[in-house]
Nanobody, 120 residues
């Protein structure tokens, strides 16, 4: 079993910052790509940012220059630093990890989501 637990969401004014964290635990041999996705009410879940095991990153155009994804492999944790937040960033943010378990199977896992609300 593998669990992803997110933290760091909340309510912030436009222009403010938040830092999300997502810690993986359980029967993990290794973690490949980790990422953050978001889903606003009535919309599909979209990619925000991803980071590979060798720290290559990719961002949605809407967050480039404002958000930074990073990871700590020893802690099995991925972070999302969000600066210059805008009301349109309001969504539930989900963590995702491509995990190889100690039983040698590979699977995608999702966190439970954390709400980010940006007021204007």
């Amino acid at each position: 079993q593998v669990q992803l637990v997110e933290s760091g969401g909340g309510l912030v004014q436009a222009g403010g910052s938040l830092r999300l964290s997502c810690a993986a635990s359980g029967s993990i041999f290794s973690i490949n790509t980790m990422g953050w996705y978001r889903q606003a009410p009535g919309k599909q879940r979209d990619l925000v940012a991803v980071i590979t095991s060798n720290n290559s990153t990719n961002y949605a155009d809407s967050v480039k220059g404002r958000f930074t994804i990073s990871r700590d492999n020893a802690k099995k944790t991925v972070y999302l630093q969000m600066n210059s937040l805008k009301p349109e960033d309001t969504a539930v943010y989900y963590c995702n990890a491509d995990v190889i378990s100690t039983l040698w199977y590979r699977r995608d896992y999702w966190g439970q989501g954390t709400q980010v609300t940006v007021s204007s």
